[in-house]
């Protein structure tokens, strides 16, 4: 079964950096609409940035110019800059392989004021 597995969240204080990334067991590069969404406690799932399928980004609003997605051949990568506290959430990979819908378990980011 396919999985994918998140790492980097932490504390970090408000103004400061952190890079999130997510680990495929398979070809990050086979799973389509790869994506990192995030999730704040009495709020719903929200989409911070992706990847589509012909390799281009897209980016939520309130992230865009702060926040850069990437890939390599193996893992997902969200570069998080000049972080503010309202970024707090558990961050989630995710994706489509075929018909399949895959999430990772979540890495939690808090930022401090």
């Known amino acids: 079964q396919v999985q994918l597995v998140e790492s980097g969240g932490g504390l970090v204080q408000a103004g400061g950096s952190l890079r999130l990334a997510c680990a495929a067991s398979r070809n990050i590069n086979s799973i389509s609409d790869i994506a990192w969404s995030r999730q704040a406690p009495g709020k719903q799932r929200e989409l911070v940035a992706g990847i589509t399928v012909r390799g281009g980004k897209h980016y939520a609003d309130s992230v865009k110019g702060r926040f850069t997605v990437s890939r390599d051949n193996t893992k997902l990568y969200l570069q998080m800059n000049n972080l503010k506290p309202e970024d707090t959430a558990v961050y989630y990979c995710?994706?489509?392989?075929?018909?399949?819908?895959?999430w990772g378990k979540g890495t939690l980011v808090t930022v401090s004021s």
């Open positions: 995710h994706g489509k392989y075929g018909t399949v819908s895959i």
